[in-house]
């Protein structure tokens, strides 16, 4: 069973601080990861993707993938309390045209 | 990103009645259409997978005769939960795929069957 695996939290930082989301996965074969955000009774909202070794930013936020070691992160600067929600990590693998899913790390950011 | 739309957002229904949620790409077509179902606080349960046109590929432990899924077109695909019973109350969430690998979902449809 191939599997994405996440700590279910909660993360508590404070504002201002930086919260560091960590992820692994089973498959070696994925090759495309997504950050996704879900605030309470909604749908995923999708965060950022990566697909190479690395860093990528955009704004406040900046994953990182180590392919090596099968570790996703997602960093996210300047936290701030509207950023409390469950974050997501998803891996897809095109031979098997599947997205697995962990279940989800809850950050809270305190006032 | 892409716009998917979702209805109806809420549904309380009565326990043996059927229902139909749907969901459409405004936007882009979608060739294939991922269904998932969550429960609270835990995370999203891929119930089925669905190719237009064709039929749908339901995961381990997800009844295809009670979950009904048609992708007739290459922007709408309903899920029909059929005899609705109270432990089908859940999240439900369309997500479609069109040739991107990027994966975008609809708002989600919550279901309370009483």
């Known amino acids: 069973q191939k599997e994405v695996e996440q700590n279910s939290g909660p993360l508590s930082v404070p504002e201002g601080a930086i919260a560091s989301l960590n992820c692994t996965y089973s498959?070696?074969?994925?090759?495309?990861f997504f950050w996704y955000r879900q605030y309470s009774g909604k749908s995923p909202e999708l965060i950022m993707s990566i697909y190479s070794n690395g860093d990528k930013e955009d704004g406040r936020f900046t994953a990182q993938l180590n392919k090596a070691s099968q570790y996703v992160s997602l960093l996210i600067r300047d936290s701030q309390p509207s950023d409390s929600a469950t974050y997501l990590c998803?891996?897809?693998?095109?031979?098997?045209?599947?997205?697995?899913f962990g279940t989800g790390t809850r950050l809270k950011v305190l006032a | 990103g892409a716009v998917v739309s979702q209805h109806p957002s809420w549904v309380i229904c009565k326990s043996g009645t059927s229902v139909k949620i749907e969901c459409r790409s405004l936007d882009f077509q979608a060739t294939t259409m991922f269904w998932y179902r969550q429960f609270p606080k835990q995370s999203l349960m891929l119930m089925a997978t669905?190719?237009?046109?064709?039929?749908?590929?339901?995961e381990q432990g997800v009844e295809k005769d009670k979950f009904l899924i048609n992708h007739a077109s290459l922007t709408l695909s309903t899920l029909t939960v059929t005899s609705a019973h109270p432990e089908d109350s859940s999240f439900y969430i369309c997500?479609?795929?069109?040739?991107?690998?990027?994966?975008?979902f609809g708002p989600g449809t919550r279901l309370l069957v009483l």
């Open positions: 997500s479609p795929i069109g040739g991107q690998e990027t994966q975008y």
């Open positions: 498959d070696r074969g994925s090759q495309s």
């Open positions: 669905s190719n237009e046109g064709s039929k749908a590929t339901y």
């Open positions: 998803a891996a897809y693998t095109s031979g098997t045209y599947k997205y697995i």
